[in-house]
């Protein structure tokens, strides 16, 4: 089957503007589609990246000693015994910070005592208890959890030359340590040059920053936090979070008169603060980029329409002189697939250009090219579902328009 | 001329109605969707204190590791804050105007008469000139005096909504509450204030409200321990086993401003950093480059990056999006204007000018632009509210300021406008001029 190109092409040059404007309409869409896409998927991923907690169960309570009566010892076991003997809670423990919230503490490791810069590996610190893992709903890989024998006291200014004696670390950090070896019984080193031994290695999880390279990289070490920085992390059943968080906040908030119930809030609500400008520019640019499209496809339907209504007595004469419904219908989709063609072709060196302005400018990831293939696709099934109506409105003119003078 | 011109429009839009409408909504969802990243951008790129940016500096110094800048990513800027030592060093130079050493911290309320718990607040300890140097409002009383900050004076200042918080809105001024269970008195009632974004302190939440409470700059040293609030950074951590050591130590975690009117002040200034830097550098501190700056606060802004990524992109795209709406109304009206050149081969033959006849589009592409800027003005205002309902309900914190920004101003208006004017030439230029040139005979013939 022939598809005569040559006088359809020949029928668009002469009539070229309008043409020009609905490719060049087709190449901006394809490019700000593709690069749009892209960036919303990158969002959305990072929105959806696996925790490895249980964050949907979980809830934190910021609670601070403020008068000088308070006393940390008794009121963090106190707390905590009420905590865990609450029906349907499966964990609790304190922590110096809380999955998932933008806050915390880091700072460099270091695999020997002399403690070279080259060789300082970024981490972020948990403090807590031997309730730790089981409240963030990890599980370890090798190694044994913390025993309660070996939970230390806070640090304050009295003890903070004192070393930490034991630690677990994720797997990732332990990779860094150990490399494919087994990191348990390894000996890594603080800032301070002072030595802790790694008893246990647990899977990976996100810790409480989401914004930082090495976030996936945390160690947990046995040791009640300081007064002031001080959460509970309390992992409940599933379903039965909200309904403890309420009794639990009521208790608390009037126990003890010498600290304060700053908040009690889930985790989950961490997390949808702390991913709050992926969310919105996800969303803005999703309706963006479906009015684009919507806009678009009215250019192309506009356009076809026009020629069309134009062009009506010459296609009464293609009519007369022997051309079928279907050859008229198939004139103007070949016209516009080659409008449209034309469009995404520019547009793919467009998107390109786009995205590779993007990766440098802001540090974003190169545009991935099945982006840019599905975008040509739909754009193209999009230009001919826009020019099918025009076309077969096209097919209806009756031959005999030929044959009249106006 | 123009009452006939737009006459001719409004029967030509007649005509086709379908086409006017596509071509309205075309511009109209294209300037809102400008109009609103434009609102958004304008609101965070805003200075709050534009009225004497061009004086108020912030001071910093390269204190940081000498093996790796602060921000690799930017190595030519040095830390946003100073370390505690070096901050009291440069609040004694004498030289600026004014000059004020903070930082932020958390504190726990109590012992207001109308209070039922305590009340968990964020507390700005500050030293004097913070008040009359920022232009900020009292309602009541004021700030407090310098010899205050020296001697930890147990007075506070309280924002609008904490007073209302404690004391139901009154005059609280002279009352007692007490702050961390030490009694302060308060001395002053700030008025609303809501610099957005928080310039003087960009390390957390840059568009949140300022602290609720402010106490004397001394009482960093007198409450006995390190603070909880704000942004603590450390590069190397010797030993600090008493708070004394934590307060000499290389971590930087005070903000320090400077009112340096001019130039003049800003060298002698600059020059006094520079001296007590190579002092220090004698002494075995500042390995780095030298790299002492006086930030202006327009720079400090952009430095900071109160503008995020995203919201560039936003307003890329945006513009992006109203080039496709132009081109798309372009064709179309290029169509338009072509089927009806029958009408204007009339005119043109009854006498009409070819310049009449282009400034005849001209004028109904200028309705149009109009009809599409107020149309996009709605749209905006219903996207704007959309994008304040989002906050809402995404934050469930809490206002943390984004709502505050979503707002109509009268720079979406002028914005709006703008992009009328721009539409209207951009989309109509070409097809009103390539109608005036159609020869009029080719359309007599046939009729």
New interface residues.
């Given amino acids: 089957m022939s598809l005569n190109i040559r006088p359809i092409l020949s029928s668009l040059l002469r009539n070229r503007t309008g043409a020009l404007l609905v490719s060049l309409q087709v190449a901006l869409a394809l490019a700000i589609l593709v690069n749009a896409t892209y960036i919303v998927k990158q969002r959305i991923d990072s929105i959806n990246r696996p925790t490895g907690i249980d964050d949907a169960n979980m809830f934190a309570i910021d609670s601070t000693g403020f008068t000088s009566r308070y006393d940390y010892a008794s009121s963090v076991r106190d707390d905590l015994d009420y905590l865990r003997g609450l029906n349907g809670v499966i964990a609790a423990a304190p922590t110096n910070a809380i999955p998932l919230s933008g806050g915390g503490s880091s700072g460099p490791l270091y695999k020997s005592p002399e403690r070279k810069n080259s060789d300082a590996q970024f981490a972020i610190m948990y403090e807590m208890d031997e309730q730790g893992l089981q409240t963030l709903g990890t599980h370890l890989i090798s190694g044994r959890n913390f025993r309660h024998d070996e939970i230390l006291t806070p640090m304050t200014t009295d003890n903070q030359s004192r070393r930490i004696p034991q630690v677990i670390v994720t797997e990732s950090l332990a990779r860094y340590f150990a490399g494919n070896t087994s990191a348990v019984g390894k000996v890594i080193y603080d800032p301070f040059g002072r030595p802790s031994t790694i008893i246990g290695v647990i899977a990976d999880m996100a810790g409480p920053f989401t914004n930082v390279s090495y976030r996936r990289l945390l160690f947990v070490v046995p040791q009640q936090p300081r007064i002031y920085g001080f959460y509970y992390l309390v992992r409940t059943q599933p379903g039965r979070r909200d309904e403890i968080m309420r009794i639990a906040a009521e208790h608390l908030s009037t126990s003890n008169p010498d600290r304060v119930i700053k908040s009690v809030r889930s985790v989950e609500l961490y997390k949808k603060e702390v991913f709050l400008t992926e969310r919105i520019t996800a969303i803005c640019l999703a309706i963006v980029t479906v009015l684009l499209l919507a806009i678009a496809a009215l250019g192309i339907f506009g356009l076809a329409t026009f020629n069309v209504s134009t062009r009506t007595k010459q296609i009464g004469t293609r009519r007369a002189v022997g051309a079928r419904k279907r050859d008229i219908i198939r004139h103007f989709l070949i016209e516009n697939g080659l409008i449209t063609s034309a469009g995404v072709v520019v547009g793919c060196v467009l998107a390109l250009a786009v995205g590779y302005g993007l990766s440098r400018q802001y540090q974003l990831p190169r545009l991935d090219l099945y982006y840019l293939v599905g975008g040509v696709l739909l754009l193209w099934v999009i230009g001919q579902l826009a020019a099918w109506q025009p076309a077969r409105r096209a097919a209806t003119v009756s031959p005999s328009v030929a044959t009249r003078t106006a | 001329m123009l009452a006939y011109n737009m006459r001719l429009a409004l029967m030509s839009f007649k005509r086709t109605p379908g086409?006017t409408v596509?071509m309205v909504g075309?511009l109209g969802?294209?300037i809102a969707?400008c109009v609103v990243t434009m609102t958004l951008y304008h609101a965070m790129s805003g200075d709050p204190i534009w009225w004497k940016s061009d004086r108020l500096y912030a001071v910093t110094m390269d204190s940081w590791d000498p093996?790796?800048p602060f921000d690799p990513?930017r190595p030519q800027l040095p830390p946003p804050q100073l370390t505690y030592r070096d901050a009291l060093h440069l609040a004694d130079s004498g030289i600026p105007l004014r000059h004020v050493i903070m930082h932020v911290d958390?504190?726990?309320l109590?012992g207001a008469p109308a209070q039922k718990?305590?009340?968990?607040v964020r507390t700005r300890i500050t030293s004097a000139d913070f008040f009359a140097m920022f232009d900020v409002p009292f309602l009541y009383g004021g700030g407090w005096r310098p010899a205050a900050d020296a001697a930890a004076e147990p007075v506070v200042v309280l924002s609008k909504h904490e007073n209302e918080t404690l004391f139901g809105g009154a005059n609280s001024v002279g009352r007692i509450i007490r702050v961390?269970?030490v009694e302060f008195r308060v001395v002053g009632v700030l008025d609303d204030w809501f610099p957005h974004p928080k310039f003087y302190d960009l390390n957390n939440d840059s568009f949140g409200a300022p602290e609720d409470t402010f106490i004397p700059f001394g009482w960093t040293e007198a409450r006995g321990?390190p603070p909880?609030g704000g942004d603590h950074d450390c590069w190397r951590?010797d030993?600090?086993?008493?708070?004394k050591d934590y307060l000499d130590a290389d971590c930087i975690w005070i903000q320090m401003w400077a009112e340096l009117p001019d130039a003049r002040a800003r060298e002698r200034m600059q020059t006094f950093i520079d001296t007590y830097w190579a002092e220090q550098r004698k002494a075995g501190r500042f390995e780095r480059p030298r790299n002492n700056q006086l930030i202006n606060e327009t720079q400090w802004l952009v430095d900071q990056r109160v503008v995020?990524?995203?919201d560039?992109?936003?307003v890329g795209?945006?513009f992006?999006?109203l080039?496709?709406?132009l081109?798309?109304t372009?064709?179309?009206l290029?169509?338009?204007f072509?089927?009806g050149a029958a009408l204007t081969g009339v005119r043109r033959a009854l006498g009409a000018s070819r310049r009449q006849v282009f400034v005849q589009h001209m004028v109904e592409t200028g309705m149009l632009a109009g009809a599409g800027a107020l149309l996009g003005l709605m749209l905006a205002a219903l996207g704007l509210w959309g994008?304040r309902t989002?906050?809402a309900v995404?934050?469930?914190?809490g206002a943390?300021g984004?709502q505050d920004l979503a707002h109509f101003d009268s720079a979406s208006i002028v914005i709006a406008m703008a992009l009328a004017i721009v539409a209207a030439f951009a989309a109509g230029l070409?097809p009103a001029w390539?109608v005036g040139r159609v020869p009029p005979a080719v359309y007599l013939k046939?009729q």
């Fill in positions: 086409l596509l075309a969802i294209g969707a093996n790796k990513s958390k504190s726990v109590t718990r305590p009340e968990p961390d269970d321990k909880t951590l030993s600090t086993n008493t708070f995020g990524t995203d560039r992109i936003l795209l945006a992006a999006f080039a496709v709406c081109i798309n372009v064709g179309l290029l169509a338009k072509l089927n994008l989002l906050y995404e934050t469930d914190f943390n984004y070409y390539r046939s």
